[in-house]
C-alpha cells in the first residue's frame, strides 16, 4: 500500500533553515507529481510546493517562492523540502502528499506530518 512517511521538522528560530523529507513506497514514485502541504490548527491545508516525477519542473506557493525548494531524488523514492529564511508564520504541521488513479478513480495519499516550528 502506499506509505509517505515525513521527517526532519523540528524547532528552529527565525532566519534558520530545516530540510523536511518524504520517503514514499507502494507506487511508481518516478511517475508522480509529489507535494507538500502544510496545515496550522484552525485552517485548512494550503499547498507549498509541487515537483513533477522527473523533477524536471516544480512550483512552489507565492509565500514560499525565494524561500523555499522542492527537489526530489528518485533513486530514493524521497521527496524533500528544503526552507531557508524561516519566519515564525511558517509554523505548521508539514505533510507530503501523492494523488494516485486507481481505476476510475483518483486518490490523496497522506504522510502523518511533521512539526515545523519557527519561534525566538
Known amino acids: 500500500q502506499v506509505q509517505l512517511v515525513e521527517s526532519g521538522g523540528g524547532l528552529v528560530q527565525p532566519g534558520g533553515s530545516l530540510r523536511l523529507s518524504c520517503a514514499a513506497s507502494g507506487f511508481t514514485f518516478n511517475s508522480y507529481i509529489m507535494n507538500w502541504y502544510r496545515q496550522v490548527p484552525g485552517k485548512g491545508r494550503e499547498l507549498v510546493a509541487s515537483?513533477?516525477?522527473?523533477?524536471?519542473?516544480?512550483n512552489n506557493a507565492d509565500f514560499a517562492k525565494g524561500r523555499f525548494t522542492i527537489s526530489r531524488d528518485n533513486a530514493k523514492n524521497t521527496v524533500y523540502l528544503q526552507m531557508n529564511s524561516l519566519k515564525p508564520e511558517d509554523t505548521a504541521v508539514y505533510y507530503c502528499n501523492v494523488n494516485i488513479l486507481r481505476g476510475w478513480a483518483t486518490h490523496d495519499y497522506w504522510g502523518q506530518g511533521t512539526q515545523v516550528t519557527v519561534s525566538a
Open positions: 515537483i513533477t516525477g522527473t523533477g524536471g519542473s516544480a
